[in-house]
């Protein structure tokens, strides 16, 4: 690999991908029991939507196909975390919303990680992560274009 900016990219994403296995591991363990790290996202996500989504735009947010989607929302529905309701207008379609349950789960899932990760951004510095934002955002945003 003759090319610097390739051998960059190169450890870039090996970077990335080291640090997601790891986080993913660490907080999948800091889960109450019976939560997934795709049941708290889909969790946090309504929280933060403050409405009803699609079944389609929940899978488009988490560029996951629908029927990923589906089996989460089916446990998460299962778990009595979110209200799945037809679409009165278009029978094939759905809607859905977070339910009490759901947001109890989600601020106590959010009260066991947070302490973990802050510790993880404490340990690296403020300002370091702070400064590795944007870098991340555009990273992410450029991927998402294609």
Request: a neutral charge.
């Amino acid at each position: 690999m003759a090319d610097p900016t390739e051998s960059l990219a190169v450890t870039l994403f090996s970077e990335v991908f080291t640090a997601d296995q790891l986080a993913r591991n660490r907080l999948s363990k800091m889960l109450p029991k019976g939560m997934e790290i795709s049941h708290f996202a889909v969790l946090n996500h309504l929280a933060h939507a403050g409405g009803e989504k699609s079944p389609a735009q929940l899978a488009d947010a988490f560029h996951v196909t629908r029927g990923a989607m589906t089996n989460t929302l089916s446990k998460l529905e299962w778990a009595g975390h979110v209200h799945i309701r037809p679409d009165w207008d278009d029978a094939r379609r759905k809607f859905v919303s977070i339910s009490p349950s759901g947001r109890a789960a989600r601020d106590a899932a959010l009260a066991a990680v947070a302490p973990v990760i802050g510790d993880v951004v404490r340990s690296i510095g403020v300002e370091k992560v702070r400064a590795a934002l944007p870098v991340l955002r555009d990273l992410r945003l450029r991927l998402e274009e294609e």
